[in-house]
């Protein structure tokens, strides 16, 4: 298991080209913490930060790109592991406060109609699953590569709280899907 808590790493980087200022770019991330487990039942890893600002600006670029990130909590849980029945692998992600520059929004929206409001984007899914060989056994999944076989089979998708909220407008729904 590993876990890791920061406080607000920062980065301002000016980018050349043969001696030439060409552009620059920064960050601000504000306080993350994560959790990554990784044992016989497969691979956790939970991760949540504060607030990102990030910017970059430059000759190659038509205008500035500016964007801020209120915060973001993520988890991915997955067997690796073979297993003789259907097991599940979990993903869960929130994106909270998506706030564009005004450069971005100049581009995708230049009369200005949609409204500025922060941005969201939230889900949390389950997805059923056959493993079909041990996903660390490098040997077995390059045999399975050569015969056409996949590691892995899909066989459903549940997918829960899922909200878009952008430009206006909201999304929300839940999906229930089964593969053959």
Do not use: C, H
């Amino acid at each position: 298991a590993l876990t890791s808590n920061s406080e607000s790493p920062r980065a301002e980087t000016n980018i050349t080209v043969n001696g030439e200022a060409i552009g620059t770019q920064s960050y601000e991330l504000g306080a993350q913490a994560f959790d990554l487990r990784f044992d016989e039942a497969g691979l956790v890893l939970d991760g949540a930060f504060d607030g990102l600002d990030f910017a970059m600006t430059g000759k190659m670029l038509p205008v500035p790109m500016m964007f801020g990130l209120a915060g973001m909590e993520g988890r991915l849980a997955a067997p690796v592991n073979r297993t003789e029945e259907t097991g599940e692998a979990e993903l869960a992600l929130t994106l909270d406060g998506l706030e564009l520059g005004e450069g971005i929004w100049a581009t995708l929206d230049p009369g200005g109609a949609l409204p500025r409001e922060p941005a969201a984007l939230a889900f949390d899914a389950t997805v059923a699953l056959d493993v079909l060989v041990d996903l660390l056994d490098i040997e077995a999944l390059v045999a399975m590569g050569q015969s056409g076989d996949d590691p892995v089979r899909v066989q459903g998708l549940d997918l829960r709280n899922l909200l878009v909220k952008a430009a206006g407008a909201r999304l929300t729904g839940d999906a229930d899907v089964a593969f053959d």
